[in-house]
C-alpha cells in the first residue's frame, strides 16, 4: 500500500495540453499519477469511452500513466442529467455500465461523480433523497466492479455543508469521497468543520483557497495544509493526493499560475510527508 503523498495531476489542469502531453508534464515534475475527465482538456471523449470503453482504455495504457480517477459527467454541464433528477436514472446506469468497463481494463480504481443540484422547487433535502436514490445502484454496481465511487461536493451543488455530506454518505452504502477541502473553505467552512469528512476520503485533490475564492496563490489562502494532510493521514488515507490548480472561468478560477502553484503545491508536500530522516 503506498504511503501519504503519493501525487497526481488533474488532466484540467493543463487545459491545451494532450493527454500525452500532460503525463509527460507530470513525469518531468516527478508526479507519476494523472487524473481524467471530460472536461476543459485534455479531455477523454464520452462517446469513444461509451461506444468502445476498452479500446479507448487501451489507448490510455499506451500512453504508460497511471490513473488513480476518473471525472465523470453524466449530461452536458452541472444541471443535465445530474444525480438529483429521476427521470435521468435509467440512462445513467446504463452509461455507468459503460464507464465501468472502461475504468477496470485501464486500471482506474476511483471515479468521481458530482451529487446534483437544487432543480426548480427542489430544496436540499429533497435532492439529497433523490441524489441518494440514484447514487445506491451506482455504487453497488461500482463496489461489484472492484471500483470505489465518489461524488465530490462543490459550489453550486446541493452538497454545499460538511453535515449534509455525512448524510448523503449515511444514506448510501459503499459510497465514498473526492474531498476538496476548497470548495467549503470558498464557502466560509472552517477546516475544522470540514476534518469530520477525511475518514470517508477515497481521492483527495489539493489546492489553496479562502472564503470567497475557490482558488488562490498558496501564500494567500487560509487551508492550513500541513494540519490538512496530518488529518489524512490520522485516518488512514493512502489514497492520491491530485493537485487541482485550474485555468478556468468557473469561480473565477483565472488569475493563478498553474504550473507555479502546482510546484508549490507538491514540494510542501514532499516536505511534510517525507520520513523524519530524508528531511
Known amino acids: 500500500m503506498q504511503q501519504l503523498g503519493?501525487?497526481?495531476?488533474t488532466s484540467w489542469s493543463l487545459t491545451h495540453c494532450t493527454l500525452g502531453e500532460a503525463a509527460n508534464i507530470g513525469r518531468a515534475l516527478g508526479i507519476e499519477g494523472l487524473d481524467l475527465g471530460l472536461l476543459h482538456g485534455p479531455a477523454l471523449a464520452k462517446g469513444r469511452l461509451l461506444a468502445d470503453p476498452e479500446a479507448l482504455a487501451g489507448e490510455i495504457r499506451r500512453l504508460g500513466i497511471i490513473c488513480p480517477n476518473l471525472y465523470w459527467l453524466f449530461g452536458n454541464g452541472l444541471v443535465d442529467r445530474n444525480l438529483a433528477d429521476p427521470e435521468?436514472?435509467?440512462?445513467?446506469?446504463?452509461?455507468?455500465?459503460?464507464?465501468?468497463a472502461f475504468a477496470t481494463a485501464a486500471s482506474i480504481p476511483t471515479i468521481f461523480v458530482l451529487p446534483g443540484v437544487c432543480g426548480r422547487g427542489i430544496g436540499r433535502e429533497a435532492a439529497l433523497e433523490r441524489s441518494a436514490a440514484s447514487l445506491r445502484p451506482l455504487a453497488a454496481m461500482a463496489g461489484d466492479a472492484g471500483v470505489t465511487l465518489t461524488v465530490e461536493p462543490h459550489v453550486g451543488g446541493f452538497l454545499e455543508s460538511p453535515g449534509l455530506t455525512l448524510a448523503l454518505l449515511d444514506a448510501v452504502p459503499g459510497l465514498k469521497l473526492t474531498l476538496d477541502y476548497a470548495h467549503f473553505a470558498c464557502l466560509g467552512f472552517t477546516q475544522g468543520e470540514i476534518d469530520p469528512l477525511a475518514p470517508h476520503a477515497a481521492h483527495v485533490h489539493l489546492r489553496q483557497a479562502r472564503p470567497g475564492a475557490l482558488q488562490c496563490k498558496l501564500e494567500h489562502g487560509t487551508l492550513n495544509f500541513p494540519a490538512m494532510l496530518a488529518t489524512l493521514a490520522g485516518h488512514g488515507y493512502?489514497?492520491?493526493?491530485?493537485?487541482?490548480?485550474?485555468?478556468?472561468?468557473?469561480?473565477?478560477?483565472?488569475?493563478?499560475?498553474?504550473?507555479?502553484?502546482?510546484?508549490?503545491?507538491?514540494?510542501?508536500?514532499?516536505?511534510?510527508?517525507?520520513?523524519?530522516?530524508?528531511?
Not at 6 to 9: G, H, K, P
Not at 90 to 100: G, I, K, P, S, Y
Not at 245 to 270: F, N, W
Open 238 to 279: 493512502r489514497g492520491r493526493l491530485a493537485i487541482e490548480y485550474v485555468h478556468q472561468g468557473y469561480m473565477d478560477t483565472l488569475h493563478d499560475d498553474v504550473l507555479s502553484e502546482t510546484i508549490k503545491m507538491r514540494d510542501l508536500v514532499r516536505l511534510q510527508t517525507a520520513s523524519p530522516a530524508a528531511r
Open 88 to 100: 435521468a436514472r435509467a440512462a445513467n446506469e446504463a452509461d455507468f455500465r459503460r464507464v465501468l
Open 6 to 9: 503519493a501525487l497526481s495531476l
